[in-house]
């Protein structure tokens, strides 16, 4: 990456990455990867919206992602005051170093923040996950997803569906391209770093376990949710040891209402890419509310249990290993999963096979092409 305070040689300006959460790094990677090959001159920034080093920094050192350019270290807060923030420090870089492509990805408050601040500045959004759906505007990601992907030129898609759903919306066909998914080529691309038994031995577990991941306001913000949540998941450790690496969001909550109740749920500070992935290849079982997690369960073979009313990826319950959940349903889907052999077969989308980084990256020279 150009040192960012040296100004760029190109009178097109370089192609800006906007990152910002633990979630948009194995998406960047590949990406970054690609056009670095090919030869692009490029920019990252790191918002700093997840800043704590096990949320954001491991990711850098872990998936060989070059340092950030510029972090602009705007820390937590309400939707408002973070996006506020956001918008703030990338419109001052971008009027610095007029972007020729800003490429967002996925639906966090820095990819709706950096999609508007480029709209504004008649600078050309690429958005990396674009097109997902899951018709539930009560999310804010949902809020996100859909206001970045009518601000952006080209929408990189990573299934099928998600292209019916922006071109419902109107959005011109020559702007979708059908790509693939980038985070499955980061999960490829390290599989043989996912150690199951280091994960196992470190932390004493024989027989089967299941992991959980939970963050979302509706599971975690509402005392009434996050107790039914809480009792389900205790119900699920009377069956098998559960792993729970902990998001900080919500952890008070959850505390309160008695998570650590139980000798076999076994909660966890939150794990660098590689832990948290090998964690994941060994599980008999994972719960989780993160979008990510249903995708990597189903190119790993892991069945999913998302507990949520919807989902924007739904590919990966025709094409996978995923089915939707509640708390009261829980308990019932986990004995039907636990009491299945193992080594079922199971199918994975179209293009989830480590190659949508070059994918992107053939877009975006191509369409850099056309415009010089």
């Known amino acids: 990456m150009p040192d960012p305070s040296t100004p760029t040689r190109t009178s097109a300006g370089p192609v800006v990455h906007v990152t910002g959460a633990r979630p948009n790094f194995p998406k960047a990677a590949p990406v970054i990867s690609a056009l670095d090959k090919l030869g692009v001159e490029q920019l990252l920034v790191h918002t700093g919206q997840h800043y704590d080093a096990r949320m954001s920094e491991v990711f850098f050192r872990q998936l060989g992602l070059p340092e950030p350019d510029i972090n602009l270290e705007v820390g937590s807060g309400t939707h408002a005051v973070q996006t506020a923030a956001i918008m703030v420090g990338l419109e001052e870089l971008f009027l610095a170093r007029r972007p020729v492509l800003v ?41 996100n997803r859909r206001l970045t992907d009518q601000l952006s030129e080209l929408l990189l898609v990573t299934s099928a569906d998600a292209v019916g759903h922006l071109a419902n919306e109107g959005l011109a066909v020559e702007r979708i391209h059908f790509v693939g998914n980038p985070m499955i ?99 008999a079982l994972v719960l989780t509310d993160s979008g990510g997690v249903q995708e990597e369960t189903t190119v790993l073979g892991v069945p999913c249990l998302t507990m949520r009313p919807n989902t924007e990826r739904p590919v990966t319950i025709t094409d996978g290993t995923n089915r939707l959940v509640r708390p009261e349903n829980l308990l019932e889907a986990a004995r039907e999963v636990l009491a299945r052999p193992p080594g079922e077969r199971w199918p994975v989308p179209p293009l989830w096979d480590g190659h949508a980084g070059e994918r992107i990256g053939r877009v975006i020279e191509r369409w850099l092409a056309d415009r010089t």
């Open 103 to 143: 490429v967002v990805y996925g639906d966090v408050n820095s990819t709706v923040a950096a999609a508007l601040v480029a709209a504004k500045l008649l600078i050309p959004v690429a958005h990396v996950e674009a097109g997902l759906r899951s018709f539930d505007m009560t999310m804010p990601e949902e809020v």
């Open 185 to 283: 080529d980061t999960l490829l691309a390290n599989l043989d770093r996912y150690d199951a038994a280091a994960a196992r031995a470190s932390r004493g577990l024989v027989g089967p376990y299941a992991v959980a991941t939970l963050h979302r306001p509706s599971n975690v913000d509402a005392e009434e949710a996050a107790r039914d949540l809480v009792a389900a998941l205790h119900g699920v450790a009377d069956l098998v040891d559960l792993v729970l690496p902990l998001h900080p969001r919500g952890r008070t909550m959850l505390e309160s209402v008695g998570l650590l109740d139980h000798p076999r749920l076994h909660v966890e500070e939150p794990l660098g890419y590689v832990e948290f992935m090998g964690l994941v290849r060994g599980a």
